[in-house]
């Protein structure tokens, strides 16, 4: 039986209906958090493997409607496609991941009658733009103003480095897009990300979020402060027993303003969520959930994911094991039981390098050079993988 027989998508058929199930096999932890996301409500399962794992299964398990499975590192794929095509119902739909890149590789996959192909690494948009309306016919909500891009680190319990994160992030977002960034924190007493970065801020902040009335385009000018060319701290410094009023109006505001002019807003927001904050989850398409190895990290991370998921959905909540192998953590194999599933994102243990950047007040990417590998996985599931090479692979598909 030839491919094409096997895996074109036909009119839905009564067998169509009786199955719902969609299952994936992928190599990697980045690729599964985006199937996740971006298939977010579907009968979804996510499975550890190649498209050879794929074939061995349907030998015994044909109960679903779709196929997404990896090609990465397979000498011949059309071969195992030939593999899969003697065991896969001809109502199946396949989609394929995969690192090669080149337009006539994706043409004749297609041709063989692949529902779609996408290039690794995948990401959740990648897969709400590209895969959710073929596989399930519907598009999930999408943000598609040209506001600048929110993401929200969220920090589990103290201590766990969110804000060094947040910073970090910040800083290679701008390095790897050459976009304008803000760095916004949301913590107006006892915040650490201008001590981080050695620098002091304003009142404007705190005036913009208590009466949006007086916050203008002039606020930027007056508030931001200049980490780089390209990334821009807002912050404060407010006295402890100070009495802030922070209004929901006010933050909406103010994110409003960054939005219009930086292409990313990395915020760190304080946890638990004052009502006030809400906005800040609401606008974010990536919000980082960061938590250690730890039993109140982990109890904490999934209160924090359930307050997200109510405030916001699902398909944006990201967990983010830091320290991931710090001495003395819980094992992974408990964190995995306790999460329901692996962090989407991991950061190892990087050592003592971490504090001591924190001690100099200097981003931590220039005193570790590891820190900047860990970090461009994440990097890529926000961007895309950067502007140039995302477009022009659209371009071929004609997106």
């Known amino acids: 039986m030839s491919v094409m027989a096997v895996v074109e998508s036909p009119e839905e058929t009564t067998s169509v209906l009786t199955r719902n199930r969609i299952v994936c096999f992928v190599n990697d932890e980045l690729s599964a958090a985006a199937l996740r996301k971006g298939l977010e409500g579907s009968n979804l399962v996510i499975r550890r493997g190649t498209i050879r794992h794929a074939t061995r299964m349907l030998e015994t398990d044909t109960d679903l409607t779709a196929l997404v499975t990896d090609i990465s590192g397979i000498d011949d794929p059309f071969t195992e496609l030939e593999r899969l095509a003697s065991v896969c119902p001809p109502d199946v739909r396949v989609c394929l991941i995969g690192d090669n890149r080149e337009i006539n590789f994706y043409r004749e996959l297609m041709e063989t009658g692949v529902t779609e192909y996408l290039p690794t690494p995948i990401t959740r948009d990648m897969v709400l733009d590209q895969l959710r309306p073929k596989l399930l016919g519907d598009v999930a909500p999408a943000h598609n103003d040209r506001g600048g891009h929110v993401v929200s680190i969220c920090g ?20 790897t897009t050459k976009a304008k960034v803000a760095l916004l924190d949301l913590h107006l007493q006892g915040g650490e990300t201008a001590v981080m970065l050695g620098v002091r801020p304003g009142p404007g902040l705190r005036i913009a979020l208590e009466n949006p009335m007086r916050a203008d385009t002039l606020f930027l000018e007056r508030a931001a402060i200049e980490v780089n060319d390209r990334v821009f701290l807002i912050s404060g410094d407010e006295d402890l027993d100070a009495k802030l009023d922070i209004t929901e109006a006010g933050v909406r505001h103010v994110l409003g303003l960054l939005r219009q002019r930086f292409n990313y807003v990395v915020v760190d927001v304080p946890v638990p969520f ?44 990201f967990t983010l094991l830091n320290r991931a192998n710090r001495a003395g953590g819980l094992p992974r194999a408990t964190i995995v039981k306790a999460l329901g599933a692996e962090p989407d994102m991991v950061i190892p243990d990087l050592g003592k390098g971490m504090t001591q950047a924190v001690n100099l007040g200097i981003p931590a990417l220039k005193h570790v050079s590891a820190l900047r590998r860990h970090l461009a996985p994440i990097v890529r599931e926000i961007t895309g993988v950067g502007s140039k090479q995302k477009g022009r692979w659209r371009k071929w598909l004609g997106l």
């Open 274 to 317: 004052p009502a006030s904050i809400y906005p800040v989850i609401t606008m974010s398409r990536h919000v980082l959930v960061l938590l250690e190895a730890e039993v109140t990290g982990l109890r904490n991370a999934h209160a924090l994911r359930n307050a997200v998921t109510n405030i916001a959905g699902k398909d944006r909540v």
């Open 156 to 175: 589990a319990q103290g201590g766990a480095g969110a804000t060094s994160i947040a910073i970090n992030l910040a800083l290679q977002l701008a390095e």
